[in-house]
């Protein structure tokens, strides 16, 4: 930053009350980089980016005044548009964006998704042990995602060779080091999934049928983000059996079955939404 002197943290909103900025912790951090303008004139480039960022909130007066002398006074403001990237890499700059997010609170957004149709999709492809094994890679996919909450990335990580069934037919899944972390470390997840009444949409009856059809052979493969570990990966490419499919692919299989579902008018489409979003809806509907 500038070698310039600062001013005294006191920011005058727009009813001219002053409010001296060190005695709220929050807005302390919002008057770190007010100073004196250089001599240079300003060309935006800060304010232009902060103007453009969807997490900025700015709910109260107070707030709006320190964000836009902060945009005026900060001498990233008189860096050249074409070192965007230098200000958003600033220390300060994140900082600034920081402290403008932390109290705010978003609003829940909620889309119920009719998965019937995708039911009724599933159902009308018959039994798992006669169906061709890409569709029946997409029925498992689909199922296992929707009812055990799992990402394209979690059926990637899969390791057959510590899942098993239970003598009541609960199936036992585990993921190796999936996204979440633990104190900042990697993680086994393991996932239970009951079994359905209706063998057609049982996601129980349809891992077995995979498991006999494709993955009976054990195949150990790298884990995807964490080599020091392999695994014996649960799903397969169609044509060779010996390879795992990426999550890309995974992915690209759930999709086969999420065009079938509804959406409401003022939805996203059900394609490009996450598996967390939609699988309660399906939950309900399978149970």
Avoid at 242 to 255: E, F, T, V
Avoid at 268 to 283: D, L
Wanted: hydrophobic letters at 35%; charged letters at 15%; a positive charge.
């Amino acid at each position: 930053m500038g070698d310039y002197a600062k001013p005294p943290m006191v920011i005058t909103t727009p009813t001219n009350d002053s409010v001296l900025l060190t005695k709220n912790p929050t807005w302390t951090l919002l008057a770190w980089n007010l100073g004196v303008k250089p001599s240079s004139q300003p060309c935006g480039a800060a304010l232009n980016i902060i103007n453009k960022s969807k997490t900025v909130n700015l709910s109260t007066r107070i707030r709006q005044a320190a964000y836009e002398q902060w945009c005026e006074l900060t001498d990233l403001n008189y860096m050249k548009p074409n070192q965007s990237n230098q200000i958003r890499n600033n220390n300060h700059f994140k900082e600034f964006q920081k402290g403008l997010c932390q109290d705010t609170l978003l609003s829940q957004k909620s889309y119920n998704y009719d998965v019937q149709p995708a039911l009724d999709y599933i159902i009308s492809l018959g039994d798992s042990h006669h169906i061709e094994i890409d569709i029946l890679t997409a029925k498992l996919s689909w199922l296992l995602a929707m009812v055990g909450f799992l990402r394209p990335s979690d059926l990637e990580r899969i390791d057959l060779n510590q899942c098993s069934i239970s003598s009541d037919d609960i199936l036992s899944l585990v993921v190796v080091a999936p996204k979440e972390k633990q104190s900042g470390m990697r993680i086994t997840k393991a996932i239970a999934i009951h079994p359905h009444s209706s063998y057609l949409v049982c996601p129980v009856t349809t891992y077995k049928a995979y498991c006999s059809y494709v993955a009976s052979i054990l195949v150990s493969v790298l884990q995807p983000v964490f080599p020091q570990v392999s695994l014996v990966p649960l799903l397969r490419y169609v044509n060779d059996h010996n390879q795992d499919l990426s999550s890309q692919h995974i992915g690209k299989y759930i999709n086969q079955v999420m065009k079938f579902v509804g959406r409401p008018p003022w939805g996203t489409s059900a394609q490009g939404t996450s598996s967390a979003c939609y699988a309660r809806s399906a939950s309900r509907c399978i149970s």
